[in-house]
């Protein structure tokens, strides 16, 4: 009976609502079909190795899943609600081309996959930015809402794009054509690179709110790890960096809010 009575008062304020006008009769029938939703976009096919990529077209998507080669389109504006990940072996190309792409979570990239997110032009008088393939005057516009995670991940190319959580990368690189720049980001938490072996490393022209932890982490070109001109909240922690670290990439030293640990103790001003 309780029942009943709620349901015969809800269907009496409806119906006084439609005679009213202030609910028409075709509210309902108006509300947004399921079929029309952003769907899970899976991106397959391509061949990396002679350039021919499969192109992530502009659109919102639930989320992006990267199985094959993939780039995004020059110009493209991307909205993903939820996560990007890039599967084993599979590469993501968002940093050829010029694009606008706002991810709702996170980005996360598996084992020898590659991942490379932005571009901008270099500044006069020095190489730290990473002009885009397609347009080398243009830049992109990416910002990833939550994290950035990639464990045995091949190559990371991380440039001038907005993370407002955490960059963590662990193990990964082959030492040979893989660099890994990492320069002109602005990333909310913290940045944290564990056991990495790529070709050269950089980590350069950042603002970093969080803390920056480079543990065992070696290159094989003879070449020295950067860590340069770098604006970090919290603290810069460097242990067992191979063959050495220096922060003259730019001739700017870094700026550390807490304290300066390990290999990189002389690095800030």
Not at 232 to 243: H, T
Request: with cysteine; glycine share 16%; charged share 10%.
């Amino acid at each position: 009976m309780k029942f009943r009575i709620l349901f015969g008062g809800a269907m009496m304020v409806a119906s006084a609502a439609v005679a009213t006008g202030l609910v028409g009769p075709t509210a309902i029938a108006s509300a947004q079909p399921v079929s029309t939703w952003p769907r899970a976009y899976t991106c397959t096919g391509g061949d990396f190795a002679s350039g021919n990529l499969t192109s992530i077209p502009s659109g919102t998507y639930a989320s992006i899943t990267v199985r094959g080669a993939c780039a995004v389109a020059p110009g493209a504006v991307i909205t993903v609600l939820g996560n990007v990940s890039v599967a084993r072996g599979a590469v993501l190309d968002a940093q050829s081309a010029p694009s606008t792409i706002r991810v709702g979570h996170d980005v996360t990239a598996a084992q020898g996959s590659l991942l490379g997110l932005g571009c901008l032009p270099n500044p006069a008088g020095h190489m730290t930015g990473h002009p885009c393939t397609v347009d080398p005057t243009g830049s992109s516009d990416i910002t990833v809402n939550g994290n950035i995670f990639g464990t045995g991940v091949n190559t990371v190319l991380l440039n001038g794009i907005r993370v407002k959580g955490s960059v963590t990368l662990i193990g990964g690189g082959e030492q040979t054509g893989n660099p890994w720049p990492i320069k002109t980001n602005t990333i909310g938490g913290n940045v944290t690179i564990v056991g990495a072996t790529p070709e050269w490393f950089g980590l350069v022209v950042n603002k970093i709110r969080g803390n920056v932890i480079l543990f065992d982490d070696t290159i094989a070109t003879g070449e020295t790890i950067q860590v340069s001109t770098n604006t970090i909240g919290r603290n810069l922690v460097c242990w067992g960096l191979a063959p050495a670290v220096s922060g003259g990439f730019s001739g700017v030293p870094n700026v550390v809010g807490g304290q300066a640990l390990g290999q990189c103790a002389n690095l800030p001003d």
